[in-house]
Structures are given as C-alpha cells and as structure tokens.
C-alpha cells in the first residue's frame, strides 16, 4: 500500500496543478483477487456449461481485473507524483493508467450487460448505481473520448484529461475518484455474486414436454417429445 502525508495547498479552493494531494481510494487489496475467485470457482471446478456463457463470465472476470490494476497504477503513480512534485513523468503516467483504467471498465461493464441478459450465466441481482443510464453514458463517453482522443484535438480545444486532488475530468466530463471506486467495486461485487450461483443445465420431461432451468431459475420450453 502507498500512501502520501497531506500537504497544504498554497490557494485554498483553487484547484491546483499539479495536485498537492491523492484522494483517490485504495483498491489494491482487490487487484487479482477477481482472477483468483475465477480459477478457483470456474476453471478448476466448473463454470456455466454453455460455451458462450463461460466465455462471457471469463471474459469479464479478465477485464474487470485489468480495470483494479489500471486503477491502482493511476493511484500509485499520482502518490508518488505528490511526494515527488518535481518528477512530473509520474503525473503523466498516472493519466495514462486512468485513460487505460476507463477503457477496461467500459468493457467490464458491457460484458456484465451481456452476462445479465444471458439465461445460461448466472443471475445478477440487485440495483447497482453502474447500471444506471447517466453512468453507462458519462463513462461510454468518457471511453470514446479516450479512443478518439488524436482526432479530437485537432478540432476541439479542451480535450485532454487533466487529474486533481478528488476527481479527473476530460472534454467537461468530470468523474471523481470515489464515483471510479464505487463503480469498480460494484462490477466486483459482481464477480463474487455469481461465482456462487449454480450454472448447471437441468432437463426436465413432463408429459412429451421438454423444458430446462439453469440453477434456481425459471423453467424454459425447448420442444415436445
């Protein structure tokens, strides 16, 4: 764990550049974590039966560990930046991890969107904050800002990500760290959730009727006999 001793800020509600300080929340007791639940719960011991099912669930178990490890490289280089205000390369790192940090929880959160609506993958539930339109929209927009980021400055002045002490913001689109943190432990609440669900495939014949349920869920048709 890295952590950095506050410092006072010369302009007291100014925001400053660089940032005197790093409020960004630890993560990094989560970094790997998820891939460790997937190996010991999925590739050793099962998973959903269907190959598409298994490969979504793995694939956002795969890019949503990417995201943690994004996100704590960000933290971990901004912290050393304010200890070391000097040596700006940290800094500009630090933009860089978050720039790679919200590409990965795009995609994170689009395979979470697919488990949810796949019969075969386990049951998501709950209301989570990530789902919501603003936030599906403000970090999809904030991810093809990323993407498109050489294209934008050419015809648009205020383009380029800028990080301070709470929150970065780019193209006025601004996120601070405790909404990042909480959409990335919601997604890994996830990830815990439904490598405790039942994937197995039940088939069941009533009558010439051939239907199936995947764990606790609801029977579906397939066919008579």
């Given at each position: 764990m890295v952590e950095s001793k506050k410092q006072s800020n010369p302009n007291p509600g100014v925001i400053s550049f660089p940032p005197y300080n790093c409020d960004m929340p630890e993560l990094s007791e989560l970094s790997n974590k998820v891939l460790f639940l997937w190996l010991k719960k999925w590739a050793l011991a099962g998973g959903p039966k269907i190959q598409k099912s298994y490969a979504l669930g793995s694939s956002f178990m795969r890019v949503l560990n990417q995201t943690i490890n994004q996100y704590t490289a960000a933290r971990k280089e901004l912290l050393f930046h304010v200890e070391h205000p000097d040596r700006l390369v940290h800094y500009f790192n630090a933009i860089t991890y978050l720039e790679s940090c919200i590409i990965f929880l795009r995609r994170s959160l689009r395979f979470a969107e697919a488990i949810?609506?796949?019969?075969?993958?386990?049951?998501?539930?709950?209301?989570?904050?990530?789902?919501?339109?603003?936030?599906?929209?403000?970090?999809?927009?904030?991810?093809?800002?990323?993407?498109?980021?050489?294209?934008?400055?050419?015809?648009?002045n205020n383009c380029v990500m800028s990080i301070n002490e709470k929150d970065f913001d780019l193209m006025e689109i601004k996120v601070t760290y405790d909404e990042l943190a909480t959409w990335i432990k919601q997604l890994y609440e996830i990830a815990e959730q439904f490598l405790q669900e039942d994937t197995s495939v039940q088939f069941i014949s009533r009558k010439g009727r051939l239907t199936y349920k995947v764990g606790g869920k609801n029977e579906r048709f397939l066919g008579t006999l």
């Open positions: 949810k609506r796949d019969y075969f993958s386990p049951k998501i539930g709950g209301k989570r904050s990530v789902f919501s339109s603003g936030v599906i929209k403000k970090i999809t927009d904030l991810r093809n800002g990323i993407e498109h980021l050489d294209e934008k400055l050419i015809k648009v």
